[in-house]
């Protein structure tokens, strides 16, 4: 086996960090008269200095300032650090015990001679360096839901690193939440069902574990991004008083990888400027990724320190343990500060995988004054010295200061190990991500390094350990939960209803259109100022955009009911004159969240799970291009439909050929496709403004009065046409997927009738639907017989038509797919035109009625930019298109 390079070696390219010193004595006079002003002056008058200084390099153009990074030392000193509160013996064992349980239930999960299956998976090591930042949490400063009465509070916010999911299994084991019949189904969801258990899903996820997962983190970065739209909705509840959310916290705990991800960094800054003093970030930094160092040549520590203080976060450093104050405060020399700021992480993760000797060796070794400071401490010492985020007391001083800070988010960046604690078997390794199995020895050396009360037999059969319910361990658990209001994670669903708005008193226009021309868009925009007005319904509504308003014809409501700002307007905007002027107001009610599709989006979620989050039901409207949605954030939307949010998504200028000019990326032709594979989505592509008005009333009574866990993605175009008034009785009919909307009957002064009267069945949805209406009249001028479905909804068509299907599967009576039933009012071939690609139309092909031919045409392939006529041409999706395929069909079909 090769020795390891020494440290020097590793480190002889790095850069020198400071330019020598060409007067030390002038240097030394500078600091000693530095020293001497905070000594006499204080803290205060030190940094005002600095700031004056660093203001006058600025002036005299001297090309520097402050560096971001500071020293790789702990942000809080030992004289500063909160009072630790707590039984420190009994939490240590506590966190001890959680990490064995944790560790059993995965490793049993994978041991294919006891019953289960190696495919399963899961993780250790991440819960093993986080075990201690979870515990200290969880017994000091996670609050609880206590209910919604008056003066009780509602409950912090927690979103837990989602490889670290067995840990808090294993604590919900010992809370006696989880039974250990519970533990030994972790990642057997489906298997559990059948054994009276309750399966245990891999990571988070709220829509599998309804009453325990609040947040689905599972997806690398929406956790993060999330928590800081949730702790800026909570602000917003709190100005708009609707909810006085003070005094409540968002705490996240993520891992230094997983910053890496766009949607973990992308509004940093949003939490600086809105002032989010409510949100605190802990950043587990065990320097390891799946696969390796997180930044092996670097130090991601101080690339955070600086990405987020340059953001405008508090930054507080966790890195060293109490172990090391005493080495600290013998080091006259500053060595060791100096050894840490050449030590980059993928040397540090080595120091982690091995033993006291070698980093006695390599560490200590480097110099005399470091070999100095370890003379008298042994081999195991040395191992066992801990880094910041495995000190109970280092933590608790950490997260004080983060909940008394004012005025910023904070970010604590915890320095720790990966796979803490599990030895040779995956401590600091590179395959330590993905172990999950361990021999007998080395279950015993785990069960060693933390006094586990397990005899051999015992750690070998991976028991589950659970103290006896009098014991001083779980007496103290307890109570510190009740303490802080309960048990976490707890998802909550009471909330009260909301009345809703008949109708007719804000969609009355759209209902009885009698030929106007307008875009659904325009109709839309109509209903939501009409249920705005609403006393009820309308403060609970919250209209969100990503700077595309006035594109969407929204601008009236800037007046109506302002725009969300939590300083209010500080300036005359430049319209102020305008009866549709610009205006931010601390009560605004619409979030306006400038180009962040991702941003607007979690804003979205956090109104849409306010009924659970907060037992406050709101109702968000998020409009946007419709390419925009599920194509570019398909994963949020995704860990939305986990929450089982309740809201509208509303995706304007849809389709391929409604949105003339722009070209393909801004063409949506597939939205409706991914729309359709999320189970609790109901998606819709009504044509006229009626059809949207029965859909939007039926979502709003099924999400505020019936609180049902649907949201809806309906699409809007932005194309003025004549609109039609709701036909008599065609409501049911809309919402279930399709109506009839017309026949066009042979015109009767056309002369003797063919010996054979041919008929041809259209379907259309959306922009489309207009072209198909013109293509039955002229199929008409020509003799045919047209009639016309409107559909409202493919992928509901589809859905009935698959349950259909499956109850025939179970062998329980057959019923009639539903667009069986409508098409059976009609003859001939079926055409189906839509503005999306021929995958949604095919979607319902199984569900036709037995021997009609079918054909679908759509807008597959890039978009083009040009009008719409000539789109609609080029995709084969206009009038002219549609009756010569109607032609075609007829022909074969008298031919057959």
């Known amino acids: 086996m090769n020795a390891p390079l020494p440290l020097n070696a590793l480190l002889h390219d790095m850069p020198t960090p400071t330019p020598p010193d060409t007067d030390p004595q ?101 819960y093993a360096s986080a075990a201690d930042l979870f515990e200290t949490g969880f017994n000091h400063f996670f609050r609880a839901r206590e209910g919604l009465g008056e003066g009780q509070h509602r409950g912090d916010l927690v979103f837990f690193q989602p490889h670290s999911a067995p840990g808090v ?21 489906l298997s559990a069902t059948g054994q009276g ?60 990888g997983e910053m890496d991800e766009p949607e973990s960094m992308s509004a940093l800054t949003l939490a600086a400027r809105e002032g989010l003093d409510n949100l605190v970030w802990v950043v587990n930094c065990n320097l390891q990724r799946l696969d390796g160092p997180v930044r092996g040549n670097g130090r991601i520590i101080d690339e955070l320190e600086k990405l987020f203080a340059g953001a405008g976060w508090k930054v507080i450093k966790l890195v060293w343990g109490s172990d090391w104050d005493g080495l600290f405060a013998r080091d006259l020399t500053g060595a ?22 070698f980093n006695r060796d390599n560490f200590f070794g480097q110099n005399a004054e470091l070999a100095r400071l370890a003379q008298g401490m042994s081999d195991e010492q040395i191992d066992r010295l801990k880094r910041g985020g495995h000190d109970l007391v280092k933590i608790h001083a950490a997260y004080a200061a983060a909940a008394r800070h004012t005025g910023q988010p904070t970010v604590i960046l915890a320095h720790t ?40 037999e015992q750690a070998k059969n991976l028991s589950f350990y659970k103290p006896a319910a009098d014991s001083a361990e779980m007496q103290y658990l307890h109570a510190r939960r009740q303490a802080l209001g309960g048990y976490l994670p707890k998802r909550e669903t009471v909330a009260d209803t909301v009345a809703v708005p008949a109708l007719p008193t804000y969609a009355g226009f759209a209902l009885s259109a009698d030929g ?16 705005l007005k609403d006393a009820s319904l309308g403060p609970r509504i919250v209209p969100i955009v990503a700077d595309e308003a006035r594109t969407f014809g929204m601008a009236n409501l800037f007046k109506q009911v302002g725009i969300y700002s939590s300083v209010g307007q500080k300036y005359a905007p430049e319209d102020i004159g305008s009866v549709l002027s610009y205006r931010e107001a601390r009560d605004g009610q619409i979030l306006e969240e400038g180009i962040s599709e991702a941003g607007a989006l979690a804003s979205w979620t956090a109104a849409a799970t306010s009924y659970s989050v907060h037992g406050l039901a709101m109702l968000p409207f998020y409009i946007y291009y419709s390419m925009f949605g599920f194509q570019r954030v398909g994963d949020q939307i995704w860990a939305a439909a986990d929450q089982r949010a309740r809201g509208f998504l509303l995706g304007a200028t849809s389709g391929r050929t409604t949105l003339g000019g722009e070209g393909l990326q801004h063409q949506d032709g597939s939205s409706h496709l991914v ?222």
């Open 26 to 126: 002038e240097t030394a006079e500078w600091r000693e008269a530095f020293i001497a002003l905070a000594a006499a002056q204080g803290p205060a008058r030190a940094r005002f200095v600095l700031d004056q200084l660093a203001q006058l390099a600025r002036e005299q153009r001297v090309g520097w300032t402050p560096e971001l990074s500071t020293p790789y030392v702990n942000s809080i000193a030992v004289d500063e650090q909160a009072v630790f509160p707590g039984d420190l013996a009994i939490e240590e064992r506590l966190a001890s015990l959680m990490r064995w349980n944790a560790l059993a239930m995965v490793v049993r999960a994978n041991q294919a001679e006891s019953g289960g299956s190696s495919e399963l998976g899961g993780h250790i090591a991440s």
């Open 417 to 456: 190990k990966k796979g803490y604690g599990m030895g040779s078997a995956g401590q600091g390794k590179m395959t330590t991500h993905s172990q999950k199995k361990f021999d007998g020895e080395e279950l015993i050396e785990f069960r060693n390094r933390f006094n586990l009360p397990l005899s051999d």
């Open 516 to 531: 106007k021309e307008m875009s659904t868009t325009m109709a839309f925009v109509r209903m939501l100022g009409g249920l």
């Open 675 to 896: 729309a359709a594979t999320i189970p609790n989505c109901k998606a819709y592509d009504p044509a006229f403004a009626c059809e949207l008005a029965v859909i939007i009333d039926q979502g709003v009574r099924e999400m505020m009065v019936e609180q049902q866990d649907v949201f809806y993605y309906v699409t809007l175009m932005n194309e003025n046409y004549a609109q039609p008034d709701l036909r008599p009785g065609a409501e049911a009919n809309i919402l279930k997927g399709c109506y009839q909307f017309s026949s066009y009957s042979r015109t009767p002064d056309m002369g003797k009738p063919p010996e054979k009267l041919q008929t041809i069945t259209l379907m259309g949805s959306g922009a489309i639907l207009t072209e198909v209406i013109k293509a039955a009249q002229q199929l008409a001028a020509q003799g045919i017989e047209a009639t016309v479905f409107s559909v409202t909804s493919w992928s509901e068509l589809a859905r009935d038509g698959a349950a259909c299907q499956q109850r025939a599967l179970a062998g329980e009576p057959a019923r009639e797919t539903f667009v069986a039933q409508q098409l059976s009012a009609s003859e001939g071939p079926i055409i189906a035109a839509t503005d999306y690609v021929r995958a949604v139309p095919e979607s319902i092909r199984a569900f036709l009625p037995p021997g009609r031919s079918y054909l679908t045409l759509g807008t597959d392939g890039f978009g083009r930019s040009d009008t719409r006529a000539a789109l609609r041409g080029f995709f084969g999706v206009d009038a002219a298109s549609i009756v010569k395929a109607a032609l075609h069909q007829l022909d074969v079909s008298l031919r057959a």
């Open 169 to 189: 299994y294993a604590r919900a084991y010992l809370e006696g939440r989880l039974a250990e019949k519970d533990l030994g189904f972790y990642r057997q969801e």
């Open 197 to 256: 258990a309750q399966g245990l899903s891999s990571y988070p996820h709220p829509y599998l574990m309804p009453d325990f997962w609040q947040f689905p983190t599972g997806s690398m970065g929406i956790g993060p991004i999330s928590s800081i739209y949730h702790a800026r909705f909570m602000h917003y509840l709190t100005h708009r008083r609707l909810l006085d959310c003070t005094g409540r916290k968002v705490w996240g705990v993520f891992g230094d």
């Open 336 to 357: 060791l500060t100096q050894a840490f700021a050449h030590t980059v992480d993928g040397q540090m993760q080595t120091f982690a995988a091995k033993d006291g000797r």
